[in-house]
């Protein structure tokens, strides 16, 4: 089975800086990745995701995530964040047509 | 359009009581999931469904039952709630199995068993 570790928890960070959430996984011939966005008291909305192709895929709102596939990482960044972006932040990896699994998630705080 | 929608949004329980957890999909998608959320625990899968009349158990199953009796609603059951099911309760949808195009999630339960 997928392991997925998100390194960090919780990331404070100040508007208009920027920010990386880190994802590691468990290395595996093929697999899908993908970023979701939890705002809060909502549910998780897909914020992007990579299945092939090129290694770095992006966000409608700043956000981009690449794949490296030798460190088996998907790490996620923006170069600046607004105080919107708080939210909490998971990382899913599927194999194959397997059910994906999430990683513990990363509460992103955004001070003004 | 409304996507995925769960019922009820919040609700107290006693320990030993039961209760039905809804959810509906306007999409036509093929695939339900339910899963729980625990601070520090991300997302755990509690059962899932690959079509109307089928069901298959999760990561953590146990003190749950589900029913999909109609393509459009999933439903999950506490027969006994326990203090330990104290959580957030989220339905998910998608029209490939696994959610290769992406899960679409409904707002979410919150449940406490006093």
């Known amino acids: 089975a997928q392991s997925v570790t998100q390194l960090d928890s919780q990331v404070p960070v100040f508007e208009e800086a920027p920010v990386e959430l880190r994802c590691n996984y468990s290395?595996?011939?093929?697999?899908?990745l993908f970023w979701y966005v939890q705002y809060p008291n909502q549910g998780l909305q897909l914020l992007l995701k990579y299945l092939s192709g090129s290694t770095l895929v992006e966000s409608i709102n700043g956000f981009e995530a690449e794949f490296n596939k030798s460190q088996t990482s998907f790490h996620l960044r923006k170069p600046s964040v607004h105080i919107s972006d708080t939210a909490e932040y998971f990382c899913?990896?599927?194999?194959?047509?397997?059910?994906?699994?999430f990683g513990r998630g990363t509460s992103l705080i955004v001070h003004p | 359009n409304a996507g995925v929608t769960q019922t009820p949004k919040f609700r107290v329980l006693k320990t030993g009581q039961s209760m039905t957890l809804l959810c509906a999909q306007d999409m036509n998608h093929e695939y339900m999931y339910w899963y729980r959320q625990d601070p520090g625990m991300g997302l755990r899968l509690i059962h899932y469904s690959v079509g109307e009349g089928t069901t298959a158990k999760g990561e953590v199953p146990d003190g749950y039952n589900v029913s999909r009796l109609k393509k459009q609603n999933f439903l999950l059951g506490l027969e006994s709630a326990a203090p330990s099911q104290t959580s957030v309760y989220f339905c998910?949808?998608?029209?490939?199995?696994?959610?290769?195009?992406?899960?679409?999630f409904g707002s979410g339960t919150r449940l406490t068993v006093v």
């Open positions: 899913a990896v599927q194999k194959g047509s397997y059910i994906p699994t």
């Open positions: 290395s595996s011939v093929s697999v899908y």
């Open positions: 998910a949808s998608s029209s490939l199995f696994g959610g290769l195009e992406g899960y679409t």
